[in-house]
């Protein structure tokens, strides 16, 4: 299954990707083997997933949230709605 998912790096920051492996893909990201971002910010924690049917969905869901502010990724990594929400209005204005 394609997965889209996002790590708290230890520096604080936070790393949104994708892959079909997602055990695969935390392992390198571990290892210092992942994307080139991750390997000087380990260790990294996983901090949200979603689970897609399709690969290029999980892509371009992996690019909308590339493209968020911090606040908003995390409160998706919270699962708070609310701050999603008015973040979505606040941007539309």
Not at 17 to 24: A, H, N, P, Q
Not at 52 to 71: G, H, L, T, Y
Request: glycine share 6%; with cysteine; charged share 35%.
């Amino acid at each position: 299954m394609p997965y889209v998912y996002m790590l708290h790096c230890a520096d604080g920051t936070t790393y949104v990707g994708s892959t079909i492996d997602l055990e695969r893909r935390l392992a390198e990201h571990q290892a210092g083997e992942g994307a080139a971002y991750t390997r000087t910010r380990r260790p990294v924690r996983l901090i949200h997933v979603e689970e897609f049917a399709r690969i290029d969905d999980a892509f371009a869901r992996e690019k909308q949230v590339q493209n968020w502010s911090r606040a908003k990724r995390m409160a998706l990594a919270r699962g708070d709605e609310e701050v999603l929400s008015a973040a979505s209005r606040k941007r539309r204005r």
